[in-house]
């Protein structure tokens, strides 16, 4: 998956200590399921319904409820869709914070305290009410089901004090400290959509088996079990609150491979490819040159790839060889000659457009002289002519690992060793199947390595916390710590004082390229392919990682 917003939760073993829940009263449900039965029959009998099949990499071997993590499944794919299942509290869109199941809501003084008002008239899929009490209920279970690994998905779960339900529509949160980043982590649908109360048992875990045949949501999508063994069939949502959908039902073909899907487009088997990790650079190409297809390219960045560093040995304890790297590797020529424009080259760990982002950090051109220089100068040294540097009889010879399940990346880390060859590296390419990847670069047993940072709103909120090694052991973004100052993450994750917020960032942004503490080369945009007979286009969510099948314009 992606989606390296996972690689925190694969790789924490987060030290906070879990937020104290207490069980809710059980809600009195107001099923109907004649009701839904009737609804769901007269779409698929209708002669004008309209449906739509997409594609992912994995089938969803963990269900549906809205938490997915590292120990409930071997694949985040659900993460992928669950917007279209669950809503969240409140959404980020166009640079701010918007009300979705809430309506609107206040932030004490002290920023300890958020109210909540929700809007009125919100129900589940099964007609349950989403009131106060439900979604009070849904907190608490997230907190509880991400057990281990409440960490990872954001810093509010760790911070939370009570959660109260004073009245049907008021929801109170109470946190043990100030976190700037509640409303961020209160967007995120993995894992604070909100769910059903019917889902859960008496401690709050949620009831697996009846996740896997069933989706718990106020989203305009629901499922009902409907999967043949590689296609999942999902329904409107009958007690859909927001703008109904011009689909009436979608469908999902599990497709491992990347090629394999185009071909799966190509002959009609599927309508649409969404997402860049599951298109390639040469296939999107391919495909718009094409009449019979259409195609969308996100210009907002989603998430960025970057080359991190083992700074624990040689030779990249060495700042010069770190900056070598940096000055070796050609982002232009990687994001125009092998991605083909389907990524765009970076020279930040973030995107300037996240929040407290647009930071004037130092950046660095391609400059495979200056490279040599600095090797040089860290005495490494071609001393028998073989065009691998040597230092006191060992050669500069590393091995990168990546993972290649997404778009492209392969070939731009064969461009990068390429790249650092001509400069006097010896570059071993591995390429790791992802649960192998994690594992090698928990226990350090890389030189460089491919990484992302977690993408959408994860970025730079939980990016940034797990910089701090008293909360997480993300193997790379943890090391940048020993060039900040002491504690600078933790006090950012207990300030409300956004000017200080502010200069905090600056400190941890530009401290990040000073030391060449890793090199960010390109960004992902999201990408889109579609069936011109089916489809006029397709509108890309304001987290376009995710797919939003709403976002789909059907002919």
Same mark, same amino acid.
């Given at each position: ?18 937020? @104290? ?89 002290? %920023? ?19 009131? @106060? ?31 109260? @339900? ?32 019917? %889902? ?44 109904? #959908? ?30 860049? @990790? ?76 996240? #929040? ?30 073989? %065009? ?30 390429? &790249? ?39 970025? #730079? ?17 943890? &090391?940048?710590?020993?060039?900040? #100052? ?50 006029? %286009? ?18």
């Amino acid at each position: 998956m992606k989606m390296f917003f996972a690689v925190a939760a694969a790789l924490s073993i987060c030290t906070n200590t879990a937020v @104290a829940v207490c069980a809710s009263a059980d809600i009195e449900s107001e099923t109907s399921d004649s009701k839904t039965s009737a609804a769901n029959s007269d779409v698929s009998q209708s002669e004008e319904s309209k449906s739509v099949t997409l594609c992912e990499s994995w089938t969803f071997d963990a269900g549906f409820y809205a938490v997915v993590h590292g120990g409930m499944s071997s694949n985040y794919g659900i993460s992928y869709w669950g917007h279209n299942f669950y809503d969240t509290l409140v959404v980020y869109e166009d640079g701010e914070y918007k009300g979705s199941l809430a309506e609107k809501w206040d932030v004490s003084e002290d %920023g300890k305290e958020y109210t909540f008002t929700l809007r009125d008239g919100i129900k589940f899929s099964d007609g349950t009410p989403c009131d @106060a009490t439900a979604v009070k209920k849904s907190l608490e279970a997230a907190a509880v089901n991400l057990g281990a690994y409440i960490g990872s998905y954001g810093k509010l779960m760790t911070v939370i004090d009570t959660i109260e @339900a004073p009245d049907e529509s008021t929801v109170i949160i109470k946190l043990t400290q100030p976190y700037y980043g509640t409303l961020n982590d209160l967007s995120t649908c993995n894992p604070l959509g909100i769910v059903n109360p019917n %889902g859960f048992n008496d401690d709050l875990t949620y009831k697996a088996d009846d996740f896997q045949t069933m989706t718990m949501g106020t989203g305009p999508y629901m499922y009902q079990g409907d999967f043949d063994g590689s296609v999942y069939t999902f329904v409107r949502n009958p007690y859909y609150w927001g703008e109904t #959908p011009e689909a009436d039902t979608f469908k999902i073909k599990v497709i491992p491979d990347n090629d394999a899907k185009v071909l799966a487009l190509r002959s009609g088997e599927i309508d649409a490819i969404t997402g860049a @990790a599951r298109l390639s650079a040469d296939a999107y190409t391919e495909l718009s040159a094409d009449s019979s297809f259409g195609t969308a390219i996100n210009d907002e960045p989603t998430l960025t790839n970057y080359i991190g560093f083992n700074m624990a040995k040689e030779p990249f304890d060495d700042k010069n060889v770190r900056l070598a790297v940096e000055y070796a590797i050609d982002r232009d020529s990687i994001s125009n000659d092998v991605f083909q424009g389907t990524m765009t080259p970076a020279d930040t760990l973030f995107s300037e457009s996240k #929040p407290y982002c647009d930071v004037e950090a130092t950046v660095y051109s391609y400059d495979p002289d200056k490279a040599a220089q600095l090797l040089d100068e860290a005495g490494w040294k071609d001393s028998d002519g073989d %065009g691998i540097r040597d230092k006191d009889g060992t050669p500069l010879e590393l091995t990168m690992l990546y993972t290649s399940d997404y778009g492209s990346i392969g070939d731009g880390m064969l461009a990068i060793a390429s &790249q650092l060859g001509k400069v006097g590296f010896k570059v071993n390419v591995s390429d790791m199947d992802m649960m192998t990847y994690y594992e090698a670069s928990m226990n350090g047993e890389y030189d460089i390595i491919h990484y992302r940072t977690y993408g959408g709103s994860f970025d #730079p909120f939980t990016v940034v916390t797990n910089m701090d090694p008293t909360v997480s052991a993300d193997p790379v973004a943890v &090391q940048f710590a020993e060039f900040l #100052p002491e504690g600078i993450v933790s006090e950012l994750d207990c300030s409300a004082d956004e000017s200080r917020i502010s200069e905090i960032y600056n400190t941890i942004l530009t401290t990040i390229p000073d030391e060449a503490l890793c090199v960010p080369f390109a960004n992902t945009v999201e990408l889109a392919a579609w069936n011109s007979d089916k489809i006029n %286009g397709y509108e890309f969510c304001s987290d376009s990682q995710y797919v939003e099948v709403s976002g789909l314009d059907l002919k």
